[in-house]
């Protein structure tokens, strides 16, 4: 018998960043899919803007004590707060008053998501070029500094939005590559070094725990092999993946989420503009979810309250036609789930 999943009343959702620049647009098409009990409206990313409006920028405005500043080659530590970090807070400020107003009222599961601590330390670059992710104090500074920033950033949406029950959700798209030690170096000749499990998932952990005791979190990667049974052991409460990647080695990993009670955010909808009609069958889209389910001789009546539908990936390359009609698909797709588990 499985575990009650946090994420009840959650059929749907979307991953985080969104086309565009325009905070209102995103914040009015986040919530209007998902109005009505039809699944998680979120906190929208528009990289689109430029340098800290992307996800790393975004995580780095976060942090407490700690800097960054944008190099040809990427965002870079800084020793004070320079103008990219204060774009990207700035940025941060204007898509929260968006997403206040429209969720005035508003009661239920909401979504905020951060760079997790690793994709950070992969993504960051030290003062002389190289990742943080070569330096273990380094690594361990940053996770601190990313989870003191995650709550004061969490209590500021529940000033903000007082009937929500916030959702962390981080995402960890390079978690797999440090763990297998295929993070390149700034040169590009060499690779960094593995990152011992145990360290992984002990900063995780940490950061994991600035949502509260009681607080409800996720972990998303839309890269292959996501070490779902890793970010259980961290205390995820869900697991966000692109569907499509899964393979047969990770289905026992999924099983047992499953069985523990972990919510799978299955990514069966293209997160790019798709050809004409890929859309047109919300059952067909997760056809692969039903048989997966059979597969693992698991009961179908667990679908819709173990799994919620999301595109593949964040809907930034996608047009913002594209994007409306992706979010509204992954909800009509979790009501056929819900409607016909066989």
Known sequence: MSEKSKFSGCPAT???????????EAAKTVTGSFADGQGMPYLAE???????????????????????????SG???SDRPGRDTRRARSWLGEDLDALEEFTQGYEGLLKVQAVGPWTLAAALELRGGEAMLADAGACRDLAGSLAEGLRAHLAEVRRRMPGATVVLQLDEPSLTAVLLGRVRSASGYRTYRAVDRQVVESALRDVLAAAGEDGTTLVHSCAPE?????????????????FSLLTEREEEAIGEAVEGGTQLFLGVVPSTDAATGALSDPGGSVMGVRTLWRRLGLNPGTLAESVTVTPSCGLAGASPAYAR?????????????????E
């Open 14 to 24: 979307g991953i985080g960043s969104m086309p565009g620049g325009d905070a209102r």
């Open 46 to 72: 528009l990289p689109a803007r430029g340098p800290g409006a992307d996800m790393i920028g975004r995580s780095v405005g976060l942090l407490v004590e700690m800097y960054g500043h944008v190099e040809p």
């Open 75 to 77: 965002w870079r530590i």
């Open 226 to 242: 996501v070490p779902v049974a890793l970010l259980r052991r961290a205390g995820a409460d869900g697991v966000s993946l692109d």
């Open 325 to 341: 009609t992706a979010l509204a698909h992954s909800a009509r797709a979790a009501r056929s789930l819900a409607d016909n588990p």
